[in-house]
């Protein structure tokens, strides 16, 4: 025992350690308390932004996350306080460091707001089927940092958030039933109401159900062929795919059958007034010879 008081002052340690104890006691009541506030505010809150109508992940993400995370921090900083630590060179020092990591995560700070903004704003849910980043397909989860979505060639693709908000997304199930426009040319010769009705026949005896009555208009005069669009409703944006291809293929046959020409592309040369020299010219290159 002499030696120890050689080295350190019991008295004097024990003092200090008595008159820490009140602090400590107030630091730990004071953070049980804030967690206790959370507890007990979690729930009413979390009701509270169901009514809004906000997104199920969102609210999760806004109670449980950032909602903990701000009266934990406040709670420690509390705590802290009534230790003698000082805060203010703390959270100066904590500023600093998000500053630098901000920087740092420019693009996982983008993809996250754009994930808040996704969730808020709804342009899509999980199920619906879109088009963004020349991908199409069915959304199979929304997180805050990216959305992931199964294509029709059943693969899987993650595309970061703010990629989709700066983009133009094509949302195929916002509005239930989706039309299917297939464009199909005729020659110019041909007579478009007997296409019309060729088509429409050919559509009436696929086994689609649509609920809407097809179409078929003229969609452009085209430099070979007079372009129609057969426009076909479908009920779930999933069969987009394969209605469009048995329409294309029933309107293929339906036209070989009643004997409508279906063009493709070609270009026809006119030649007038071609000098005499110019064709003697031809001709000896034609021969293998070279011209003069």
Not at 36 to 47: F, K
Not at 95 to 110: L, M, Y
Not at 126 to 150: C, F, M, P, Q, S
């Amino acid at each position: 025992m002499d030696k120890i008081e050689e080295f350190v002052d019991v008295e004097r340690l024990v003092t200090t350690v008595l008159e820490f104890l009140p602090r400590l006691g107030a630091a730990i009541v004071i953070f049980l308390l804030f967690l206790v506030v959370y507890r007990v505010t979690r729930i009413p809150i979390r009701a509270g932004l169901e009514r809004t109508g906000l997104h199920e992940k969102l609210i999760e993400m806004l109670v449980f996350r950032v909602y903990r995370y701000v009266i934990v921090l406040v709670g420690a900083v509390m705590a802290a306080d009534q230790l003698g630590i000082n805060v203010a060179a703390a959270l100066a020092g904590m500023g600093v460091a998000g500053i630098a990591i901000g920087f740092a995560a420019q693009d996982s700070v983008a993809n996250f707001i754009s994930g808040i903004l996704i969730f808020w704003d709804k342009p899509f849910v999980v199920g619906d089927w879109i088009k963004t980043e020349g991908e199409h397909g069915r959304v199979t989860n929304i997180t805050l940092r990216t959305t992931r979505i199964r294509t029709n060639r059943n693969t899987f693709i993650v595309i970061p958030n703010k990629r989709i908000i700066d983009e133009v997304l094509e949302n195929y199930s916002k509005h239930g039933e989706m039309r299917v426009d297939a464009s199909i040319g005729i020659a110019y010769k041909e007579d478009i109401g007997k296409a019309r009705d060729v088509l429409l026949a050919a559509i009436d005896e696929l086994d689609l159900d649509p609920p809407k009555q097809s179409e078929v208009v003229v969609e452009e005069l085209g430099g070979s062929s007079v372009n129609l669009s057969v426009r076909v409703w479908i009920a779930d944006a999933a069969q987009q795919p394969a209605t469009l291809a048995l329409v294309l293929e029933a309107g293929k046959r339906a036209l070989d059958d009643a004997g409508i020409q279906i063009p493709f592309p070609h270009l026809q040369l006119m030649v007038d007034d071609v000098a005499e020299p110019v064709w003697a010219q031809f001709g000896k290159i034609a021969q293998g010879g070279r011209a003069s």
